[in-house]
């Protein structure tokens, strides 16, 4: 099955600009489970989400279809990272009590992944899925990032962000669902790291491809005018939308 890969050539980036989960997410994850042997990410990307749920785990592994995402990913003691498709992972049969994927669902072959799923969490272990939306820091700001996102970008996303852009509302989840409190990640930036997030997004290396040009270049100098001090920090918030069902 081809690996629709857009991200590697971003690997570093992504690893140092794109923020972290809130560690409240990984509580609820790891009370919901049976046990805790065991928490499979997949589509771990730069390892955020596997190292941080890696605290309420004896083992965590984490795989990623893009050998230079894990090359690049962060480490921890009980954390394996391997190379492999959602859909055909190397995991024995029921070996995890959760499987995780952290704003990466909407890549998948649903199917075949699920099978996947059924086949390595243990009955009445968790399966998880979040995405979230576009960040939101003040009026002002958020007017530019969204005329970057909508109007700038907006035939440059892949059809997939549509299920982002959803919230997965109509996201296809055949698993028993549970309930969910509210979550959000938050993060304090200056200027230069929303830049750097920004230039991680697929769409803007989509763009550069085509144009040869950066289209944060055309509201970069709105964006500096909307921030003021590119030196000062800001509170940058996320929704997190998830589905989350028993195995």
């Not at 921030?227 to 997190?240: C, M, N, Q, Y």
């Amino acid at each position: 099955m081809p690996f629709k890969d857009h991200f590697t050539r971003s690997a570093v980036e992504y690893s140092r600009y794109r923020p972290r989960y809130p560690e409240a997410l990984f509580q609820f994850f790891s009370s919901s489970c049976p046990g805790r042997e065991a928490a499979w990410d997949c589509a771990t990307g730069s390892g955020q989400a596997a190292v941080g749920v890696a605290p309420y785990f004896e083992r965590v592994i984490a795989t990623d279809a893009s050998e230079r995402q894990i090359r690049n990913a962060e480490t921890a003691v009980n954390v394996t990272y391997m190379a492999s498709l959602a859909e055909e992972s190397p995991l024995a049969n029921s070996s995890m009590d959760l499987a995780m994927v952290a704003q990466a669902v909407h890549w998948f072959s649903l199917e075949r992944f699920y099978s996947e799923v059924r086949r390595i969490v243990k009955p009445g272990g968790i399966i998880a899925a979040w995405v979230y939306s576009l960040l939101r820091i003040d009026p002002d700001v958020d007017r530019v990032v969204n005329m970057l996102y909508s109007d700038i970008l907006g035939s440059y996303w892949p059809p997939e962000r549509k299920l982002i852009d959803d919230r997965l509302v109509s996201l296809y989840f055949p698993f028993n669902e549970i309930d969910a409190p509210a979550f959000q990640m938050e993060a304090f930036w200056n200027l230069d790291h929303l830049t750097g997030y920004l230039g991680t997004w697929s769409a803007v290396n989509r763009y550069k491809d085509v144009s040869g040009s950066d289209p944060l270049s055309l509201v970069f100098p709105e964006l500096s005018r909307a921030w003021g001090d590119a030196a000062g920090l800001k509170r940058v918030a996320w929704p997190i939308h998830m589905k989350i069902g028993r195995r």
